[in-house]
């Protein structure tokens, strides 16, 4: 059983400063999306990317897409299956496989200097938690539902570990569970 609980928060976010932390982060996210496009259209068989918002593991290229043709005859790259999509890896035996390697990490790099709404956020608001519970790692989160600003953050127990629940401003209101789950309409 833990010894960690959450509190959770909402607010509008038409209200300052969640408006121009929403603002800012928006103009980080289109200044990284130009970035990622501009070595995304040097790569013919690019249909999207296979892994997450910080990270970026091969690049998707669509099964009817003329291009996967081509990659298969090259040496240079590894095509795996991955949830029914096609993603192409670097084989860094090869010349194509160090290029493909190098735009890759570019890629990441980009990633990691934007970082996601909810730890961007968290961070301007001074709400960044996290709180150790035996082997267990329990962090704040945050995001954007039905135009509210929505927060997770977790409460220090007995037998807990690092943070101390964060000062909350008061344009973010409590609110129970089972609303913070009806926003995201779960």
Known sequence: MSNVEFRFFKGDMSVEPLKTIDEN???LREVRNQKLEEIFATI??????CGSETSMYGIVCDDDSPALNDVKSMK???????KGKN????DRRYKAG????????????????APDFSNYSLK????SCWVSYGTNLYIAVAGIANGQ?????????EDCDLDDFPKVPD????????EFLALQGK
């Open 25 to 27: 982060w928006q103009n």
């Open 44 to 49: 013919p068989f690019y249909n999207g990317w």
């Open 76 to 82: 240079g790259y590894k095509i795996e299956r991955y």
């Open 87 to 90: 993603v192409i890896k670097p």
């Open 98 to 113: 160090k290029e493909l390697d190098k735009k890759l990490r570019q890629c990441r790099e980009i990633l990691n200097e």
């Open 124 to 127: 301007q608001l001074g709400l």
């Open 149 to 157: 600003y929505i927060a997770k953050i977790p409460v220090k127990g």
């Open 171 to 178: 344009y973010l209101v409590e609110i129970k569970e089972s």
